[in-house]
């Protein structure tokens, strides 16, 4: 299905730790072409709960693929990965934690990630960005072989192959 918008839409949340990087984020990618979509949180609260922003954030993407828009997911926090484990909730999702820039671009070349998590306690502004700038560019390889593992991955999202103990068969994967 072909994109609408020439860049991908970004879906962005945030706990109070990533707060301050997702208010530059959504300037920054703003500024860079991309129509950027805040689920939140809109105002600094110690006592927050990141989960409900950043499922509704992978939920967004998770809308706009399914309805042909180009999305990603940019999801915040102290050290990402409450934020990562909230958004892989959401069937669909492919959310991985970055924490350079080779694990920021394998996420996309060989995973297909559409969401990417990183710690706002954990990088300055400027390194966080460059994290950031590196997932929403880098393309997917469509390699065979990440192909296939990303539908095995998919195939026990679905429930359709989740029996405790039990592996589908998959071709060139042995049990």
């Given at each position: 299905m072909e994109s609408r918008l020439s860049k991908p839409r970004i879906h962005i949340a945030s706990d109070h730790a990533g707060l301050r990087l997702s208010e530059h984020l959504v300037q920054h990618l703003t500024?860079?072409?991309?129509?950027?979509?805040?689920?939140?949180?809109?105002?600094y609260d110690?006592?927050?709960d990141y989960p409900?922003?950043?499922?509704?954030?992978a939920q967004a993407v998770v809308a706009d693929s399914a309805s042909g828009i180009s999305a990603?997911?940019?999801?915040l926090g102290g050290?990402?990965?409450g934020e990562q484990i909230a958004a892989n909730k959401v069937i669909g999702i492919r959310a991985a934690l970055a924490w350079n820039l080779d694990t920021a671009r394998l996420a996309r070349q060989h995973n297909d990630a559409n969401v990417i998590a990183v710690?706002?306690?954990q990088h300055s502004v400027e390194d966080a960005t460059s994290l950031i700038e590196a997932f929403v560019n880098e393309p997917f390889s469509h390699d065979e072989?990440?192909?296939?593992?990303?539908i095995q991955i998919s195939d026990h999202e679905s429930?359709?192959?989740c029996v405790p103990g039990q592996w589908p068969k998959y071709p060139g994967v042995s049990a």
């Open positions: 500024a860079a072409g991309h129509e950027v979509v805040d689920h939140g949180p809109a105002q110690p006592n927050d409900e922003f950043c499922i509704r954030a990603l997911g940019v999801v050290s990402g990965n710690g706002g306690r072989r990440h192909v296939r593992r990303i429930a359709a192959c």
